[in-house]
């Protein structure tokens, strides 16, 4: 059986189209410590934990992969990157015993990990100074152009992929491109929210970027997912190091002192975003993946029933 795509389809879905570009990289910041998940996270990192049957991380992958990129930078801390080496390299041990088994199906699950990708690289973050430093940690590998950003806790259940939609934008657009969604007013402070300019129910023009704005000054209720396509200018501001809410380096700090020289907006996608970060969004996600795939029994809906 070939990879299962995220979709519950047969095949991590490529779609070769408009949204075929300029963005060949990914950077996926991997290096915090997944507080809201210990005891899990002590010893399997957030982005190894499983929703139905594969990780996190390999979600984002066939995301990235169907939207046209292939080359891959992981900002890792000294906990995981030997995990992720383990997940997307060959298992030769494994294989020859499913090949002799002549487990061909299971045989395809392990070598289709790394479908599709050119190239992976690590940077390490040595210590978890916040999302923009993440970023920052990945500079050698960005090359002076456009790339993307991705928080595999964050699970988009889309088709076409979220990404795939931030790509298709930017080959219309250019500029900063994040993905947003609406949350409610009094939630406003646990995200980046955009100061909305221009507004067409789709793509919204920005002005500004706050970080977890209180309720009573946000400018909006439109807020970044992890879902970034972003210019190398970024890295400027990075550069300084400065700290920002949550004394923590801000990457929406970052993308905020570009707005001016730079395009900066807004995505609505189209999708279901999971927060896999937060407990009830990775049990959440669990169920919705589960329902989607085609080989998971309809007792699981009967189950699940009775259960609500
Ligand atoms: P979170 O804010 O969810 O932090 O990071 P966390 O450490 O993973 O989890 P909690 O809040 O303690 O439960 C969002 C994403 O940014 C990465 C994380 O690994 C995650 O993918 N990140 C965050 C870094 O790589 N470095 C950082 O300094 C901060």
Same mark, same amino acid.
């Given at each position: 059986?070939?990879?299962?795509?995220?979709?519950?389809?047969?095949?991590?879905?490529?779609?070769?189209?408009?949204?075929?570009?300029?963005?060949?990289?990914?950077?996926?910041?991997?290096?915090?410590?997944?507080?809201?998940?210990?005891?899990?996270?002590?010893?399997?990192?957030?982005?190894?934990?499983?929703?139905?049957?594969?990780?996190?991380? *390999?979600? !984002?992958?066939?995301?990235?992969?169907?939207?046209?990129?292939?080359? =891959?930078? =992981?900002?890792?801390?000294?906990?995981?990157?030997?995990?992720? %080496?383990?997940?997307?390299?060959?298992?030769?041990?494994?294989?020859?015993?499913?090949?002799?088994?002549?487990?061909? *199906?299971?045989?395809?699950?392990?070598?289709?990990?790394?479908?599709?990708?050119?190239?992976?690289?690590?940077?390490?973050?040595?210590?978890?100074?916040?999302?923009?430093? !993440?970023?920052?940690?990945?500079?050698?590998?960005?090359?002076?152009?456009?790339?993307?950003?991705?928080?595999?806790?964050?699970?988009? *259940?889309?088709?076409?992929?979220?990404?795939?939609?931030?790509?298709?934008? =930017?080959?219309?657009?250019?500029?900063?491109?994040? +993905?947003?969604?609406?949350?409610?007013?009094? *939630?406003?402070?646990?995200?980046?929210?955009?100061?909305?300019?221009?507004?067409d129910g789709r793509i919204a023009s920005a002005r500004g970027?706050?970080?977890?704005?209180?309720? %009573?000054? +946000?400018?909006?209720?439109?807020?970044?997912?992890?879902?970034?396509?972003?210019?190398?200018?970024?890295?400027?501001?990075?550069?300084?190091?400065?700290?920002?809410?949550?004394?923590?380096?801000? /990457?929406?700090?970052?993308?905020?002192?570009?707005i001016g020289r730079v395009d900066f907006r807004g995505l609505?996608?189209?999708?279901?975003?999971?927060?896999?970060? $937060?407990? !009830?969004? =990775?049990? +959440?996600?669990?169920? +919705?993946?589960?329902?989607?795939?085609?080989?998971?029994?309809?007792?699981?809906?009967?189950?699940?029933? $009775? /259960?609500?």
């Amino acid at each position: 059986m070939p990879l299962e795509g995220i979709y519950g389809r047969n095949e991590p879905m490529t779609l070769v189209t408009s949204a075929t570009s300029a963005i060949k990289t990914a950077v996926l910041p991997v290096a915090g410590i997944g507080t809201r998940f210990l005891p899990a996270t002590k010893a399997i990192p957030k982005e190894m934990l499983p929703i139905v049957d594969r990780p996190l991380i *390999q979600y !984002a992958i066939d995301e990235a992969v169907a939207a046209g990129i292939s080359n =891959f930078v =992981f900002v890792v801390g000294s906990h995981n990157r030997s995990l992720l %080496e383990a997940h997307f390299g060959s298992s030769p041990v494994l294989e020859k015993i499913l090949k002799t088994r002549g487990k061909s *199906q299971e045989l395809e699950l392990v070598t289709g990990t790394s479908k599709g990708i050119t190239s992976i690289n690590f940077v390490t973050q040595d210590e978890p100074l916040g999302l923009g430093h !993440a970023v920052w940690c990945a500079r050698d590998f960005i090359n002076d152009g456009p790339f993307a950003v991705m928080l595999p806790d964050d699970l988009v *259940q889309a088709e076409p992929g979220c990404m795939w939609q931030m790509v298709d934008a =930017f080959n219309k657009y250019g500029g900063n491109i994040v +993905a947003v969604e609406d949350v409610p007013r009094d *939630q406003t402070n646990k995200y980046g929210i955009l100061d909305v300019d221009e507004d067409d129910g789709r793509i919204a023009s920005a002005r500004g970027l706050v970080e977890k704005p209180n309720p %009573e000054d +946000a400018p909006s209720t439109l807020s970044v997912i992890g879902r970034y396509i972003l210019g190398p200018e970024v890295l400027e501001h990075l550069e300084r190091g400065e700290k920002g809410a949550g004394n923590e380096i801000q /990457l929406t700090d970052a993308i905020a002192t570009t707005i001016g020289r730079v395009d900066f907006r807004g995505l609505r996608f189209t999708g279901q975003r999971f927060d896999c970060g $937060s407990k !009830a969004g =990775f049990v +959440a996600a669990n169920v +919705a993946y589960a329902l989607a795939r085609s080989d998971i029994p309809d007792d699981f809906k009967v189950l699940l029933k $009775s /259960l609500v």
